[in-house]
């Protein structure tokens, strides 16, 4: 059992930042892969951005590639999703979880956190 929990949602202005954290109860997150997966209402999960347990793969959905970077410290317990130059197509509820490899599925991950609101204005 890993127990997630997100931090650093909130409300930005278009063009602007957040940066959301994903802190985990156990030592044994650093043998996980960390997915940011997002969700509006009405709509599916999708996938956001992955990082492998050792930190160094990560992928980017293609509409966040270029604004997003994520990252972690594992000494720490700790996923991070920097976001920059944010659109209101980025309004949604963000997810952490974690998985055995950085995969783009949200079925394929096995633990969750309870999400954070992301809002972002005109």
């Known amino acids: 059992q890993v127990d997630l929990v997100e931090s650093g949602g909130g409300l930005a202005q278009t063009g602007g930042s957040l940066r959301l954290s994903c802190a985990a109860s156990q030592r044994t997150f650093s043998d996980y892969a960390v997915g940011w997966f997002r969700q509006a209402p009405g709509k599916e999960r999708e996938f956001v951005a992955t990082?492998?347990?050792?930190?160094?793969?990560?992928y980017y959905a293609r509409y966040v590639k270029g604004r997003f970077t994520i990252s972690r410290d594992n000494a720490a317990n700790m996923g991070y999703l920097q976001m920059n130059n944010l659109n209101a197509e980025d309004t949604a509820v963000y997810f952490c979880g974690v998985a055995a490899r950085p995969y783009a599925g949200p079925e394929l991950y096995d633990y969750w956190g309870q999400g954070t609101q992301v809002t972002v204005s005109s």
């Open positions: 990082i492998s347990d050792s930190g160094v793969e990560t």
